[in-house]
C-alpha cells in the first residue's frame, strides 16, 4: 500500500509530527468512489430519494474495502507470528503509526 506524506497535530499537543500516512485505498479505488459520488449527487435533484440510497449504498462500500484493507494488514502480522517469527519493533512501531494515522483520520471532523 503506497504511503503519502502529510504533517498531522501532534497528539501531545506540541505542534506537529512528520509522518508518512498509509494510503487507504489505492489511488483506482478512490477514483472510482469519487466517480460514482459525483453521480449519485447529479441525481438528487431528479431523484433525491434514489440519491440518498446511493450514497448509503456507496459508504458502506467505501467502509467495507477499508475493513478489508485493515484485515488484509492484521493478518498479515498474525501470519508472521504464528510462524514463530519475530516481527522487529520497527515494524510493529510502523504498525502503530498506520493504526494512529487511520483512528486520526476517521475522527477528524
Known sequence: MPAETTTPPDPNGAGTVEEETP????????????????????????????????????????????????AEHKKALEEQWNRGEQVDTEGLRMALRHYRSFFHRLLAE
Not at 483506482?28 to 460514482?36: P, S, V
Not at 441525481?43 to 458502506?60: N, T
Open 23 to 70: 494510503q487507504l485505498l489505492s489511488t483506482a479505488d478512490a477514483d472510482g468512489f469519487r466517480g460514482r459520488w459525483q453521480e449519485i449527487q447529479s441525481k438528487f435533484v431528479d431523484d433525491p430519494r434514489d440519491a440518498v440510497q446511493g450514497a448509503d449504498a456507496l459508504v458502506a462500500e467505501v467502509m467495507q474495502s477499508l475493513a478489508t484493507t485493515f
